[in-house]
């Protein structure tokens, strides 16, 4: 007997089985070819063009490369390329390097506990060749040279060739043989894109080695390197390591950018902590500008990025985020990389004291009297003795962490309350001006708790309402509704010009008809010059800034969601701020607009605007009744 649903109806006989169920009921159970297994596999770790440039440039690195370079055409879908300076493989390997798990990487079980390098599954290579065609040119210092030709995962020509000491990989038409993967694949633009954030991350991981990207020909960045990993005690080799990351953000990012950042270093018995930090001035709208790396793998930590909301909390505003990069090197033992065939996430064997190690390493080196760029290590040695002293730590940040539901773009939960934020007065609402004297028949006003939220009476209830997040609803819904962005767009006096990077150039050809919609008159000027002719009147003063933040925006969206993260962004920009003082006609202000507002229990962020309280549930707690 079988009890099944389909649909609304119940099955509960094996007659009622519908057909294409009985025909895999029937079907006898059987191992997959390997070449299918390989299709499977690759749809784990091949997921786009810069999935199999994660994968190759990982593979260059283990090879103790000095230098590394990534040209791509046709946004990865055509051609990627990738030579490096490394071992190379082994005339008598190269075939066998292309079969599933097969790697030099690890051994045997106990391996498994102590990964240095950052492959070892012997999945990538076979998973990348069985979806495209590859052409492979290697030489190790004791063998002759060889190319391979592989076509969907099978080897058609293995031929001697002599070639420079180490790999060159050439991969073309990435899912040519699957095409329905092929379809999902976005612009070639978009897929460049992809390709630039991750070959940034592995540069970033490794700033001993010389990077360098290409992209249609034109070369995007090229990091210095040195080809030596810095050793010595510790102020030494944190010098140099610091020294040399700065001079890679410079090459990916420039000047600009990496003046922002201040040194933060810590060396202890079982972990380390080095990295640049963000001053509190700069912030972003997004956590795009964070990177974390355990043991100099790249890794996605919702844990992390909540420990550095946690260093800077009072310094920021909600969902303002700092831009970091963080260096923790951890005793192998301490942590599982093989969690995920992307290896981009991993398990801490000791999550809480890494927590407090980063949040209280972060807070203690803003907290300097002056945030000067020299190396000298920041003694944070005393402060990791206390956090994990039993019974000494501070525990409310982590069981916060823990208890909240962690979402890597969501906004941080900040007390604002004494964190000496600025209490001027701004305009009750800078996007469309309120009536001067509201309406509040319907509720009464008590007055404002900590500066950041409005008391008021209503229908029997006390609502608590948070003044930042219901001002930005309000303003994000006139966005929508008007067009005076756009309408109001101005000619501006001076046009105002500035230089992007060359990834910042490309997410603009992509973005530039959703900035015109809004009232942007933007124009290229050759090279990475920019000029602003004309921007929203609403955006005076910070249209540069502006700019900047959309450039960030995931251009994978669709336009319609895009444009309102944008509006979401401005509204959020043009609110009044936790932590600012209001007048009661201001408050009275305030709650009457939201009041208009369909959907005014949440921000267009998702978070909640109004916590309600019954008369009938203040009795009870008060047992009352």
Same mark, same amino acid.
């Given at each position: 007997?079988?009890?099944?649903?389909?649909?609304?109806?119940?099955?509960?006989?094996?007659?009622?089985?519908?057909?294409?169920?009985?025909?895999?009921?029937?079907? $006898?159970?059987?191992?997959?070819?390997?070449?299918?297994?390989?299709? %499977?596999?690759?749809?784990?770790?091949?997921?786009?063009?810069?999935?199999?440039?994660?994968?190759?440039?990982?593979?260059?690195?283990?090879?103790?490369?000095?230098? %590394?370079?990534?040209?791509?055409?046709?946004?990865?879908?055509?051609?990627?390329?990738?030579?490096?300076?490394?071992?190379?493989?082994?005339?008598?390997?190269?075939?066998?390097?292309?079969?599933?798990?097969?790697?030099?990487?690890?051994?045997?079980?106990?391996?498994?506990?102590?990964?240095?390098?950052?492959?070892?599954?012997?999945?990538?290579?076979?998973?990348?060749?069985? !979806?495209?065609?590859?052409?492979?040119?290697?030489?190790?210092?004791?063998?002759?040279?060889?190319?391979?030709?592989?076509?969907?995962?099978?080897?058609?020509?293995?031929?001697?060739?002599?070639?420079?000491?180490?790999?060159?990989?050439?991969?073309?038409?990435?899912?040519?043989?699957?095409?329905?993967?092929?379809?999902?694949?976005?612009?070639?633009?978009?897929?460049?894109?992809?390709?630039?954030?991750?070959?940034?991350?592995?540069?970033?991981?490794?700033?001993?080695?010389?990077?360098?990207?290409?992209?249609?020909?034109?070369?995007?960045?090229?990091?210095?390197?040195?080809?030596?990993?810095?050793?010595?005690?510790?102020?030494?080799?944190?010098?140099?390591?610091?020294?040399?990351?700065?001079?890679?953000?410079?090459?990916?990012?420039?000047?600009?950018?990496?003046?922002?950042?201040?040194?933060?270093?810590?060396?202890?018995?079982?972990?380390?902590?080095?990295?640049?930090?963000?001053?509190?001035?700069?912030?972003?709208?997004?956590?795009?500008?964070?990177?974390?790396?355990?043991?100099?793998?790249?890794?996605?930590?919702?844990?992390?990025?909540?420990?550095?909301?946690?260093?800077?909390?009072?310094?920021?505003?909600?969902?303002?985020?700092?831009?970091?990069?963080?260096?923790?090197?951890?005793?192998?033992?301490?942590?599982?990389?093989? !969690?995920?065939?992307?290896?981009?996430?991993?398990?801490?064997?000791?999550?809480?004291?890494?927590?407090?190690?980063?949040?209280?390493?972060?807070?203690?080196?803003?907290?300097?009297?002056?945030?000067?760029? =020299? =190396?000298?290590?920041?003694?944070?040695?005393?402060?990791?003795?206390?956090?994990?002293?039993?019974?000494?730590?501070?525990?409310?940040?982590?069981?916060?962490?823990?208890?909240?539901?962690?979402?890597?773009?969501?906004?941080?939960?900040?007390?604002?309350?004494?964190?000496?934020?600025?209490?001027?007065?701004?305009?009750?609402?800078?996007?469309?001006?309120?009536?001067?004297?509201?309406?509040?028949?319907?509720?009464?006003? %008590?007055?404002?708790?900590?500066?950041?939220?409005?008391?008021?009476?209503?229908?029997?209830? +006390?609502?608590?309402?948070?003044?930042?997040?219901?001002?930005?609803?309000?303003?994000?819904?006139?966005?929508?509704?008007?067009?005076?962005?756009?309408?109001? =767009?101005?000619?501006?006096?001076?046009?105002?010009?500035?230089?992007?990077?060359?990834?910042?150039?490309?997410?603009?050809? !992509?973005?530039?008809?959703?900035?015109?919609? %809004?009232?942007?008159?933007?124009?290229?000027?050759?090279?990475?010059?920019?000029?602003?002719? =004309?921007?929203?009147?609403? +955006?005076?003063?910070?249209?540069?800034?502006?700019?900047?933040?959309?450039?960030?925006?995931?251009?994978?969206?669709?336009? $319609?969601? +895009?444009?309102?993260?944008?509006?979401?962004?401005?509204?959020?920009?043009?609110? !009044?701020?936790?932590?600012?003082?209001?007048?009661?006609?201001?408050?009275?202000?305030?709650?009457?607009?939201?009041?208009?507002?369909?959907?005014?229990?949440?921000?267009?962020?998702?978070?909640?605007?109004?916590?309600?309280?019954?008369?009938?549930?203040?009795?009870?707690?008060?047992?009352?009744?």
């Amino acid at each position: 007997m079988y009890i099944y649903r389909t649909g609304s109806k119940m099955y509960i006989s094996h007659w009622n089985l519908p057909s294409v169920w009985k025909r895999f009921y029937k079907m $006898a159970i059987k191992l997959l070819d390997d070449r299918l297994i390989n299709k %499977i596999a690759a749809g784990e770790v091949v997921e786009r063009p810069a999935s199999v440039v994660k994968e190759l440039v990982e593979n260059a690195i283990d090879a103790g490369s000095s230098r %590394i370079a990534v040209v791509i055409a046709g946004g990865g879908i055509d051609r990627i390329e990738i030579a490096d300076n490394g071992a190379g493989i082994a005339a008598t390997d190269v075939a066998l390097a292309f079969q599933r798990h097969a790697t030099s990487k690890i051994s045997d079980e106990s391996d498994l506990l102590r990964i240095h390098t950052m492959g070892f599954r012997g999945e990538a290579l076979p998973s990348i060749a069985s !979806v495209s065609r590859i052409e492979l040119y290697s030489q190790c210092e004791s063998c002759a040279g060889t190319r391979t030709f592989l076509e969907g995962g099978k080897v058609k020509e293995i031929e001697p060739y002599p070639t420079a000491p180490g790999t060159k990989i050439i991969v073309r038409d990435i899912f040519f043989n699957t095409p329905a993967r092929k379809k999902f694949l976005k612009s070639t633009v978009s897929e460049g894109i992809h390709i630039h954030e991750i070959i940034t991350k592995l540069a970033l991981s490794r700033p001993d080695i010389s990077f360098s990207f290409s992209n249609e020909k034109k070369l995007y960045f090229k990091t210095p390197g040195n080809g030596n990993h810095p050793s010595g005690t510790p102020d030494v080799r944190y010098g140099s390591q610091l020294r040399l990351l700065r001079d890679t953000v410079i090459s990916i990012y420039g000047q600009d950018f990496a003046s922002n950042f201040i040194d933060i270093e810590w060396e202890g018995e079982n972990y380390s902590l080095h990295g640049l930090i963000s001053k509190p001035e700069f912030r972003r709208m997004n956590r795009k500008n964070q990177f974390f790396y355990i043991n100099n793998r790249f890794i996605k930590s919702p844990m992390l990025a909540r420990a550095v909301d946690e260093g800077y909390r009072g310094r920021l505003l909600s969902r303002e985020y700092p831009a970091v990069i963080l260096f923790l090197t951890v005793d192998s033992n301490e942590v599982d990389v093989n !969690v995920h065939p992307q290896k981009t996430e991993i398990r801490f064997r000791d999550e809480k004291t890494i927590f407090h190690m980063v949040s209280r390493g972060i807070r203690d080196r803003l907290e300097k009297p002056s945030f000067s760029d =020299s =190396s000298a290590i920041t003694d944070l040695e005393s402060t990791f003795h206390s956090l994990t002293s039993r019974g000494t730590a501070d525990k409310s940040a982590y069981v916060n962490y823990m208890a909240s539901e962690v979402d890597m773009v969501s906004d941080q939960k900040l007390s604002f309350g004494d964190a000496g934020l600025t209490t001027a007065r701004i305009e009750v609402d800078r996007v469309i001006p309120t009536e001067l004297a509201p309406d509040t028949s319907e509720y009464a006003v %008590i007055g404002q708790c900590f500066n950041s939220y409005i008391l008021l009476e209503k229908d029997e209830t +006390l609502w608590v309402v948070d003044q930042h997040a219901a001002h930005e609803r309000i303003n994000f819904n006139r966005l929508l509704e008007s067009s005076s962005m756009a309408s109001d =767009s101005q000619l501006l006096a001076f046009p105002l010009a500035f230089d992007l990077s060359t990834a910042q150039m490309d997410r603009l050809e !992509v973005k530039m008809e959703m900035l015109q919609e %809004i009232g942007f008159d933007i124009e290229a000027l050759g090279s990475n010059a920019v000029v602003i002719r =004309s921007a929203p009147t609403l +955006l005076r003063g910070q249209e540069i800034e502006v700019i900047k933040e959309i450039l960030d925006l995931n251009e994978d969206e669709r336009p $319609a969601d +895009l444009k309102k993260e944008i509006f979401a962004m401005i509204a959020c920009k043009h609110s !009044v701020k936790a932590g600012q003082s209001l007048s009661r006609q201001e408050m009275a202000a305030i709650i009457n607009d939201l009041l208009q507002v369909d959907d005014y229990n949440n921000c267009p962020h998702g978070r909640p605007t109004i916590i309600q309280l019954s008369h009938q549930e203040l009795d009870k707690r008060f047992k009352r009744k």
